[in-house]
Nanobody, 122 residues
């Protein structure tokens, strides 16, 4: 069992930056691909970024590419999402997730965090 706890959300003006963190319990963190999803009001959940267990490969949705960066520190059991140049349309609840592989993250995440709210004002 893996427990995930996100932190770092908040209210920021457009153009600002935030860094989300997700810390996992357990000793098997490095064996999991990690991902970030978001759900905006009235919209479906969106898979926006992911990283393989060794950190060598990443994925970004077009909506966040070149603005967001996903990284992980396996020694700290933590995955990060650096969000730059935030826009009002980035407003959502952000969730981290763990999956057996990055290629299956979007449909077969095994574990989920509780979510953290990000609100970007215009």
């Amino acid at each position: 069992q893996v427990q995930l706890v996100e932190s770092g959300g908040g209210l920021v003006p457009a153009g600002d930056s935030l860094r989300l963190s997700c810390t996992a319990s357990g000793r098997t963190f490095a064996t999991y691909a990690m991902g970030w999803f978001r759900r905006a009001p009235g919209k479906d959940r969106e898979f926006i970024a992911g990283v393989t267990g060794n950190g060598r490969s990443t994925y970004y949705a077009d909506s966040v590419k070149a603005r967001f960066t996903v990284s992980r520190d396996n020694a700290r059991n933590t995955v990060y999402l650096q969000m730059n140049n935030l826009k009002p349309e980035d407003t959502a609840i952000y969730y981290c997730a763990a999956a057996n592989a990055l290629v299956t993250m979007s449909t077969h995440a095994n574990y989920w965090g509780q979510g953290t709210q990000v609100t970007v004002s215009s």
